[in-house]
């Protein structure tokens, strides 16, 4: 840990100290200043450079953005229009409290796995995948679209084999995954790279729901697209929310053009 000069003058780290307290590298550290990511305090006579306080809190935003699978372009947009530090550094602590939740959970389901298989004794399917359910999406689901379609959908879930519970995630990775790939891409949210990700995710939609046909309207498809928007969960799925709001609009011209 380095300081310019005099008692009052901000600390400064060298580009190998934050390297070393980040588990990254140097040659890293130098990229992410190339594409416009991270700008350096200063850079030395040698050519060395020297990262402030603000520059590490903007590091911490890059690998927490990064660890959500996000692209370093979308990284960049998402640093560029939120750059509020308070509320997106609120927002991080939401998004690991959840996810630390999670992987606790997943963390003492294993263990008790493994306790039991040791010692012979059984298992049950509720203590095995504790932390592995789809319910984690709850509250959301009654409070938008009513006990009822969360009874259904649970009933037709659990009416699955493991067998087609796995192909229905890796076909939802996959439907999922192309409008994400759309909208990093930055095709126009009319063109027809992004329109066919589009009609494919709405079919997925609707075959995924055999127990509500209301799943796939016109007003259920928009409110859909909104709550990928509004809900960072969701929008990390999507590239974050620059991504999540191109596929909101790209989801708005294909319902106009086929609802």
């Known amino acids: 840990m380095s300081t310019q000069g005099g008692g009052s003058t901000p600390m400064e780290w060298s580009i190998q100290e934050v390297a070393k307290m980040t588990g990254t590298t140097s040659r890293t550290l130098r990229h992410y200043g190339e594409v416009g990511l991270l700008t350096p305090a200063r850079i030395g006579r040698n050519g060395y450079r020297f990262y402030d306080r603000d520059a590490l809190v903007q590091l911490q935003r890059i690998l927490l953005l990064r660890g959500l699978g996000l692209s370093l372009p979308v990284i960049k947009q998402v640093l560029t229009e939120h750059t509020d530090v308070d509320e997106a550094l609120q927002a991080h602590i939401g998004w690991l409290h959840q996810e630390r939740e999670r992987i606790g959970r997943q963390i003492a389901s294993v263990e008790r796995t493994l306790a039991a298989v040791q010692q012979g004794e059984e298992l049950t399917m509720e203590t095995m995948f504790d932390g592995f359910d789809h319910h984690q999406y709850e509250d959301e689901v009654r409070q938008r679209w009513g006990d009822d379609a969360w009874r ?11 067998a087609e519970q796995q192909a229905f995630k890796q076909r939802a990775a996959q439907v999922n995954g192309a409008l994400r790939e759309a909208a990093e891409a930055g095709h126009p949210p009319d063109s027809e790279p992004f329109q066919r990700a589009v009609e494919a995710h709405h079919t997925w939609l609707g075959e995924a729901s055999p127990h509500d046909p209301a799943a ?8 859909l697209a909104d709550m990928y928007v509004a809900d960072d969960r969701f929008a990390a799925v999507y590239g974050g929310r620059v991504c999540a ?7 708005g011209v294909w319902v106009e053009r086929n609802l």
């Open 152 to 162: 259904r959908s649970t009933q037709w879930w659990t009416s699955l084999s493991a």
């Open 216 to 223: 796939t309207t016109r007003e259920r498809y928009l409110c």
């Open 245 to 251: 709001e191109r596929i909101r609009e790209a989801v």
